[in-house]
T-cell receptor, first 112, second 116 residues
Framework: GQNIDQPTEMTATEGAIVQINCTYQTSGFNGLFWYQQHAGEAPTFLSYNVLDGLEEKGRFSSFLSRSKGYSYLLLKELQMKDSASYLC?????????????FGKGTKLSVIP | GAVVSQHPSRVICKSGTSVKIECRSL??????MFWYRQFPKKSLMLMATSNEGSKATYEQGVEKDKFLINHASLTLSTLTVTSAHPEDSSFYIC????????????FGEGSWLTVV
């Protein structure tokens, strides 16, 4: 299978910056997504990377290195509402363009 | 507003009964939809790919006779959990791609199923 690894839990302080890493198997890679999921709710889209580099969108940025099979999600100016699980998901060629394989998610706790 | 709608959001059913969950794409057609389940504090696991007008494609380990999927129209896919057991209690989520690849995979709101 395609293993997608990300840390299980992280804690950060309100107003700070946090980086959530994700590594994945590179064979057949076709794009990487980051989703935010609050407890008991469906995931909401944050970012999509298919080319190397940094994509910035407000307080959130996502980085991709295809050769290293590595991505990170950067959250700046953390707010209490950012406490959630962050899911890294990858699409692989041959599995259907929209079929997502999810990591286990990183539970982020933002503390005052 | 939501572009993919799921119903019901919560359902409780008795063991042995069947329950149907609907996934609708709003204002766009989806020839393909995906069904996931998620246990508490676990990641989403793809159950099956729903294909309009043809049979669903199930992931390994998912019983197709137990989790019936019907994609009867371009805007509706249904998941029916048949002969439900308490271990089927879970959060079920559908998703549908809109347009081309990228930031266009929309998720439904999810459905909490509790089997008692």
């Amino acid at each position: 299978g395609q293993n997608i690894d990300q840390p299980t839990e992280m804690t950060a302080t309100e107003g700070a910056i946090v980086q959530i890493n994700c590594t994945y198997q590179t064979s057949g890679f076709n794009g990487l997504f980051w989703y935010q999921q609050h407890a008991g709710e469906a995931p909401t889209f944050l970012s999509y990377n298919v080319l190397d580099g940094l994509e910035e969108k407000g307080r959130f940025s996502s980085f991709l290195s295809r050769s290293k099979g590595y991505s990170y999600l950067l959250l700046k100016e953390l707010q209490m509402k950012d406490s959630a699980s962050y899911l890294c998901a990858v699409t692989y060629s041959g599995a259907g363009s929209y079929q997502l394989t999810f990591g286990k998610g990183t539970k982020l706790s933002v503390i005052p | 507003g939501a572009v993919v709608s799921q119903h019901p959001s919560r359902v409780i059913c008795k063991s042995g009964t069947s329950v149907k969950i609907e996934c609708r794409s709003l204002d766009f057609q989806a020839t393909t939809m995906f069904w996931y389940r998620q246990f508490p504090k676990k990641s989403l696991m793809l159950m099956a790919t729903s294909n309009e007008g043809s049979k669903a494609t199930y992931e390994q380990g998912v019983e197709k006779d137990k989790f019936l999927i019907n994609h009867a129209s371009l805007t509706l896919s249904t998941l029916t959990v048949t002969s439900a057991h308490p271990e089927d209690s879970s959060f079920y989520i559908c998703s549908a791609p809109f347009g081309g690849p990228g930031n266009t995979i929309y998720f439904g709101e999810g459905s909490w199923l509790t089997v008692v």
